[in-house]
Every structure is written in C-alpha cells, then in structure tokens.
C-alpha cells in the first residue's frame, strides 16, 4: 500500500494506509457487525495477501466495490450451511437451503462489513463510495482478480467453519469523483 | 396509531427494521417499503405516512437526495426521516442533519438502538 503520489492536488492531501492498519480496520468491522447484528462473537484468524482463488464445494460470495480517491473491493466467502446459519440469526427465521432471504442477508453482511471499513480509514485516505453488493452462489466455483493486486485475506472461525473477509485497495490511477453509489465494476471475475 | 415508511435497497434490513418496530412498545400502523428513493416518493405521494427510516447508499435515488426532495415539498417539511446507514463519516452525517434528517442511526445497529431512536416520534 505505498504506491506513488500522483500530481492530482485531491491525492496529495490523502495518506498512505498501511496493510497493519487496514487489516485492524477489516478485523474490527467484522466483529462490529456480527456481534451488534448476529449476537456472535467471532475471532479472527491469522491474515494474509494473496491472490483470491477460493474453491468451495458450495460457496457463497459476496462483493462490494469502493471508489475514490482510492479504489477496491470487499468480498465475503462462506460454504452455503453458513451463509444459512448467518441469515438464520440476522432474520430470526431458519433458513436452511439459500433463498433470496440468504443472498440478501449475506449481501447485506458484506456492505456493513465494507462500509465500516471505509467509515474507518477514509479519515486517512479520502472518501470513498460504495458500491451495490452482488451475491454469488454455486457450486467449485473459483474467483481470480483482474488486476494485479494482493488481496487481504483475513479469516474468521465460526463454530467448525471458517469464512474469510477479503478486501483489496489501491490509490487509483485517475480520481473518479461523483457523487452517489458508485456503478463501476468489481475488479474480480468469477467461474462458476 | 403512525404508519411508517421504511427505504432500503436490503430486504434483509427492511424484515428487520420491520421486525424491531412491530416488537417495539410503540403504536405503528401499516409499514411501507420501498427500496429506493424513487419508489418512495410515489408511496408517499399515496399514503399518508408518519415517519420515515431510510438507508443512504440506494441504487436509482440515494437517500440524501430522497431527503432533499421530501424537505423541498410543504406538504412533507414536518415529516420525520431518520439515516439509518453503514455511512458514519461526520461529514455524511453533518450532510444528512443540514438536509434536514429527523435522526441518524449507523448500521451495524441493535434494536435497543432504533427502538431509543424511534421513541420520541410516537
């Protein structure tokens, strides 16, 4: 995360995010919203920077973009008993097979989880827009990046699973500033 | 009894807020949804509606731009909108209170918390 100022007066006035701060920042907000929406208590796992290929038997994804002065992604991956298990307690209903109740709670776990992030660092870097989530389910599906960056994968156990927060953000090349959420697309691409 | 007007483009979060009003010990009436602000200006332009909850980030019209054109009618100046939002920049929030947000509530958010916030406008 210490790439060149660019010339742009808006750069300038932003600061550097350091992965150190940025994972703290992912930590955090994961464990903001599962304990204030979920009731749960989740504890992180070691982090790390890689290049996304996730392979599930049955996945659930969640994406939500960033835009800004610098730019990225948050993604959220889970088996799909999970991403069940997690609507099961955000909508106080049983869900057990994923409905449109479990992409949209799953969804909307992911732009919390993002959006307090950006709440936590834009401070230090510029604001930030959202963007709307997409929710993927299928079955060994694989997500690659379309650029060249590492993501910050950071891992959470949840009873005997695991579900990984994955966030990737760089100061953008051209400053795309415009006011409201942002219709730009996710730099991930899946198959499924 | 308030009929309530609730704005999210989250089904997820519009069950809940749903939810927590109905347990609250307040007299709600019929809850409206809508997932963005378009829709919701056509609700209240069909119902009579007492208070509003309303997200920010929304696809279509985004929820300081609904609030900005509920503030700009007389007819719905007095009409309570409470922000509830992942946005909880000051600068986002300073926003919504110059435009005239009745209330701001951040999301991750626990019913206690609606439930205080919501108490004053029944």
Known sequence: ?192 | MLDVLIVDDSAAIRKILQRVLRQAAVPVGTVYEASDGVEALEILKAQTVGLVLSDINMPNMDGLEFLSRVKAQEVWKKLPVVMVSTEGGQAKVLEAVELGAAGYVRKPFTAEQIKSKLAGFF
Not at chain 1, 12 to 39: C, N, P, W, Y
Not at chain 1, 76 to 87: E, I, P, W
Not at chain 1, 121 to 131: A, F, H, N, T, Y
């Open chain 1, 1 to 192: 995360m210490t790439e060149s100022r660019g010339s742009d007066e808006r750069q300038t006035e932003t600061q550097e995010l350091t992965r150190a701060e940025l994972i703290a920042a992912v930590k955090g907000a994961t464990h903001d919203v599962f304990s204030t929406m979920l009731g749960l208590e989740i504890e992180a796992g070691e982090s790390s920077l890689k290049k996304p290929a996730t392979a599930e038997a049955s996945a659930v994804v969640s994406l939500v973009g960033l835009a800004g002065t610098w730019a990225g992604a948050g993604s959220m991956s889970c088996s799909a008993s999970l991403a069940c298990m997690l609507s099961s307690r955000l909508l106080t209903t049983e869900c057990i097979s994923v409905t449109e109740d479990v992409l949209d709670s799953v969804a909307e776990l992911i732009n919390m989880i993002v959006g307090n992030v950006k709440n936590a660092v834009e401070e230090r870097i510029g604001p930030m827009w959202l963007s709307t989530p997409t929710v993927i389910f299928g079955r060994n599906l694989q997500t690659r990046s379309a650029g060249n960056q590492d993501w910050t994968v950071v891992p959470f156990r949840i009873g005997e699973e695991t579900m990984h927060v994955q966030i990737c953000l760089s100061r953008s090349r051209e400053t795309p500033f415009r006011e409201g959420r942002p219709g730009f697309l996710i730099p991930h691409m899946m198959n499924l």
